[in-house]
């Protein structure tokens, strides 16, 4: 069965630190890895799309990394801001594999 | 430019009760699909189609019927609401199912059935 696990299920931090966010997926077959950013009451966003041949990609100051081997994947958070807090979605595979998503909230 | 747009954001429901949720994109997209999030839940297809005319059934359909009958409209129909279907509905495009394109969402429908 495909499965998606992420972890932490939430987070908390202070504004300015750094943070990690992992993913492990179980999917056959792999295409992609993306990962999203969904506020609060609003619709995911696409932070980065990873291919299989891709090891990192970043966006700003988030960058992703993918290791196909051990099927994990982990979202990077630099200087974190306030308006990072979210949920973090990781996606395998296009459009059907979703993870549960991990809660970040970032304080002052 | 206004991507994805939903309606209604919120609705409250009878059960066995019907309605339809609107999903429409201006970005020309051939992609669309509608998902549900339930609390603590990751995202579940319901409902995709590849392009007017065409549909597929996704994770769960059971209890939602879906058209297309446009490349810009996608309609999600509940028939007979039950207490089951309460959830967050998200209506999603992209441009193809290539490695780059992703995902655009609307900002979902909050929908309770009592």
């Known amino acids: 069965k495909n499965q998606v696990e992420q972890s932490p299920q939430s987070l908390i931090i202070l504004e300015g630190k750094n943070c990690t966010l992992q993913?492990?997926?179980?999917?056959?077959?792999?295409?992609?890895l993306r990962w999203y950013k969904q506020d609060t009451g609003r619709g995911p966003v696409s932070l980065t799309i990873?291919?299989?041949?891709?090891n990192t990609k970043s966006n700003g100051r988030y960058t992703a990394t993918l290791d196909a081997d051990t099927k994990q994947s982990s979202l990077h958070i630099t200087a974190s801001q306030l308006s990072d807090s979210a949920s973090y979605i990781c996606v395998v595979s296009y459009a059907l594999n979703f993870g549960k998503g991990t809660s970040l909230l970032v304080t002052p | 430019n206004a991507g994805v747009t939903q309606t209604p954001k919120f609705r409250i429901l009878k059960i066995g009760q019907s309605m339809t949720l609107q999903c429409t994109q201006d970005m020309n997209h051939n992609y669309m699909y509608w998902y549900r999030q339930d609390p603590g839940m990751g995202l579940k297809l319901i409902y995709y189609s590849v392009g007017a005319g065409i549909t597929d059934k996704g994770e769960v359909p059971n209890g939602y019927n879906v058209s297309r009958s446009t490349t810009e409209d996608f309609p999600l129909r509940l028939e007979l609401a039950a207490p089951s279907q309460t959830s967050v509905y998200f209506c999603?495009?992209?441009?193809?199912?290539?490695?780059?394109?992703?995902?655009?969402f609307g900002n979902g429908t909050r929908l309770t059935v009592t």
């Open positions: 993913c492990n997926y179980t999917v056959s077959p792999f295409s992609n």
């Open positions: 990873m291919t299989f041949s891709e």
């Open positions: 999603a495009s992209s441009y193809s199912e290539q490695e780059n394109s992703p995902l655009h």
